[in-house]
């Protein structure tokens, strides 16, 4: 079965620059997250959607960032206009429901730097 | 809010060795869901292994095992015949499940190496 598929691997850019990450959940999950993982933070949760619908957008650092899931099986994070702090491992995870016992489903990151 | 803690920022155990990471969490609540993620070099987030905290026997995955304490609120990973492909960062996860929300909260990871 496919897990979660983010694109690109890596990208590189300068400042100022937008920037697009995208994520395809694992079919059949409902519910969709957004990670960003730092040395010196961490992981943070940015955002998450159920049913297509954003739940909790609090972890969004600021309003440069913009997340949106416009079906199933397809959630994009946006960045305008990046920064060099912005530079970071982007996650998308997905699981099939909220509540119960199910376990977030991790993609292979997103390596973004922002020169 | 929960928090979770993990107080080895780095371990390191000979191969075919057995080594424990350690976990602690706060929580005032009585249900709850705990993870073991591993993220080697490749950066991919595996779930290692979950436990749900009503049950009280200990999950076990092959090699991994997990050593539940409830009362002191203490979740260590048992890795037994250490393999090097088990280097990697560890991170223990928290997960209080509510309907329509979600709140997993993940612990600062622990670097794990295994020598040969």
């Known amino acids: 079965d496919a897990g979660v598929i983010q694109s690109p691997r890596h990208e590189v850019t300068e400042m100022g620059q937008e920037v697009t990450l995208r994520c395809k959940p694992i079919?059949?999950?409902?519910?969709l997250f957004w990670y960003r993982q730092t040395m010196m933070r961490g992981l943070e949760l940015l955002i998450y959607f159920n049913n297509n619908v954003p739940i909790d957008d609090s972890g969004m650092p600021e309003d440069r960032f913009s997340a949106k899931m416009p079906n199933a099986s397809f959630s994009t994070l946006k960045i305008q206009p990046s920064e060099p702090r912005d530079s970071a491992v982007y996650f998308c995870?997905?699981?099939?429901?909220?509540?119960?016992?199910?376990?977030?489903?991790f993609g292979d990151g997103t390596r973004l730097s922002i020169l | 809010a929960q928090t979770v803690t993990q107080s080895q920022p780095e371990m390191s155990v000979q191969e075919a060795e057995t080594v424990t990471l350690s976990c602690t969490y706060d929580?005032?609540?009585?249900?709850?869901?705990l993870f073991w993620y591993k993220q080697p070099p490749s950066r991919q987030m595996i779930l290692v292994i979950r436990?749900?905290?009503?049950?009280?026997q200990n999950a076990t995955e092959n090699r991994f095992s997990v050593n539940f304490q409830k009362a002191a609120k203490s979740f260590s990973l048992k890795i037994s015949d250490s393999q090097l492909g088990d280097t990697a960062m560890y991170f223990c996860a928290f997960m209080k499940p509510r309907i329509n929300n979600n709140d997993m909260r993940f612990g600062a990871g622990t670097r794990l190496t295994v020598k040969p």
């Open positions: 436990q749900e905290a009503y049950k009280q």
């Open positions: 929580t005032s609540e009585s249900n709850y869901y």
């Open positions: 079919s059949g999950h409902n519910s």
């Open positions: 995870a997905s699981t099939r429901y909220l509540g119960g016992n199910q376990p977030q489903h």
